[in-house]
């Protein structure tokens, strides 16, 4: 079955501090990855995508994350946290054909503590 | 980069009534959209897909007479909850695909619109 597990519900982290949201993911394509970002209320931003090539992919707003594919994930990254970066964050997966939605993961809540 | 926008950002009605919210793709024409519904403190569900000019595919459980999606041209969608519940209060997010040749099926996600049924 394809899914995408997102094994933190919530992470706190002091501002200053480095960040890792863990992704996996079960897909039988070969996948595109995808992070958002969502500030309550608010629509998806787009923070960063993977559909081939270099395994790691630099974002907006200073994230970056890496493709493993032996490991089946897509675990997001940044070197130090901002206190603007609380926030829910998306982790999800999607086909290259067209017409498929994408999947979506729970969600992981970054909490930023000063 | 690619703009979808929706339309309204909120809405407040009564039990009983119907309100139809709109996605636009504002500088692309997007063969797909696609419905989520979110639920507070809760990831994005997929309710139905959206080809222009056809029938809306709806995902296991979601009554597509109570949730009415047309896709009559290139660059707009809209969905319409009938006779709406206080049940039906959620976020609803529609998202578009960028039907380009290279896009790599792409989606770009509306604001959200905000329904809350009395």
């Known amino acids: 079955a394809q899914s995408v597990t997102q094994p933190d519900i919530h992470i706190t982290v002091s501002e200053g501090a480095s960040l890792e949201l863990r992704c996996n993911y079960s897909?039988?394509?070969?996948?595109?990855l995808f992070w958002y970002v969502q500030s309550p209320g608010q629509g998806l931003q787009l923070l960063l995508k993977y559909f081939s090539g270099d395994t790691l992919v630099q974002g907006i707003k200073g994230f970056e994350a890496e493709f493993k594919r032996s490991q089946s994930s897509f675990n997001l990254r940044k070197p130090s946290v901002h206190w603007s970066d609380a926030a829910e964050y998306f982790c999800a997966v999607g086909a290259s054909q067209a017409g498929t939605a994408l999947i979506f993961g729970k969600g992981t809540t970054l909490s930023v503590s000063s | 980069g690619a703009v979808v926008s929706q339309h309204p950002s909120r809405v407040i009605c009564k039990s009983g009534t119907s309100v139809k919210i709109e996605c636009r793709s504002l500088d692309f024409q997007a063969t797909t959209m696609f419905w989520y519904r979110q639920f507070p403190k809760q990831s994005l569900m997929l309710m139905a897909t959206?080809?222009?000019?056809?029938?809306?595919?709806?995902e296991q459980g979601v009554e597509k007479d109570k949730f009415l999606i047309n896709h009559a041209s290139l660059t707009l969608s809209t969905l319409t909850v009938t006779s709406a519940h206080p049940e039906d209060s959620s976020f609803y997010i529609c998202?578009?695909?960028?039907?380009?040749?290279?896009?790599?099926?792409?989606?770009?996600f509306g604001p959200g619109t905000r329904l809350t049924v009395l």
């Open positions: 998202s578009a695909r960028d039907g380009r040749v290279g896009s790599y099926n792409e989606q770009f």
């Open positions: 897909y039988g394509a070969t996948p595109y």
């Open positions: 959206s080809n222009e000019g056809s029938k809306a595919t709806y």
